[in-house]
């Protein structure tokens, strides 16, 4: 199995609340035992890059994504208040999202959701992962099987975020991403925007502009705090961003 880890500080959060997903689970103990899974086999290729934060000083933690794949924004992102955020991509399984979501519940670190995922998994060197605990501890796992038409494919983490991507215009993209966050002042929300904008101009997902999506969870709030999505459009950062300008939440600074 071929793993990479990169540890900071952030929290995972979960979306998708499958229940029959979470009956998978059993407890894990010590360093990280196997659990029950489907049988998996590459599923659809989403080539694409995002982001997952958190502030535990405000107690939000969130997720963005853009890439050329419809509605990306509600199959690779998965947050919960007071727990973290996850994404899965590149022969993504969205079954991981909410088994993710319960083994960070669990205490379980980003490192080891990482190993128990793909304990079992056929096809590890495939998958794009990212995980984030709401300590921002954060781990992540790159495709380095990926063919070539998924190159670029890179990842970067900093203090409470982690930004990744496959099939990229190159590694500008997870550089500017991670700029823009540190760089933005605002809200975490408003840091997600500018880190997709930003891996947007940088060149995005070298194939095109279709979907792209926010999720951010608030300690106290129920289920997502604020979400806002692009599922088909010429170019879905930018009709993103429109929206994202209108919009009068609180989740967005001044």
Not at 171 to 183: C, F, L, N, P
Request: aromatic residues 8%.
């Amino acid at each position: 199995m071929s793993m990479q880890f990169t540890t900071s500080g952030s929290q995972i959060v979960n979306l998708g609340l499958l229940s029959w997903a979470l009956t998978l689970l059993f407890p894990i103990a010590g360093s990280c035992e196997p659990i029950a899974l489907p049988s998996l086999n590459p599923e659809t290729k989403i080539a694409t890059f995002s982001i997952v934060a958190v502030d535990p000083e405000t107690g939000e933690c969130g997720a963005a994504v853009a890439s050329k794949y419809p509605a990306v924004g509600r199959v690779v992102t998965y947050v919960k208040a007071d727990v973290g955020a996850f994404c899965t991509q590149h022969y993504h399984v969205p079954q991981w999202g909410p088994v993710a979501i319960e083994l960070l519940t669990e205490k379980k670190s980003p490192q080891q959701v990482i190993a128990a995922l793909l304990e079992t998994d056929a096809h590890p060197d495939q998958r794009q992962l990212a995980v984030i605990n709401m300590q921002g501890n954060v781990a992540q796992h790159h495709p380095t099987g990926a063919p070539k038409q998924s190159h670029y494919w890179g990842g970067r983490s900093g203090k409470f975020y982690a930004c990744q991507g496959n099939t990229l215009a190159g590694s500008q993209v997870i550089t500017a991403m991670g700029d823009a966050y540190e760089k933005t002042k605002g809200t975490l929300t408003d840091r997600l925007m500018a880190a997709l904008i930003a891996g947007d101009m940088a060149g995005g997902d070298h194939r095109g502009r279709l979907a792209a999506g926010i999720q951010v969870a608030k300690s106290g709030k129920p289920g997502l705090w604020f979400e806002l999505y692009v599922d088909k459009s010429d170019d879905a950062v930018k009709e993103l961003m429109d929206k994202y300008q209108k919009i009068d939440h609180p989740a967005k600074g001044k």
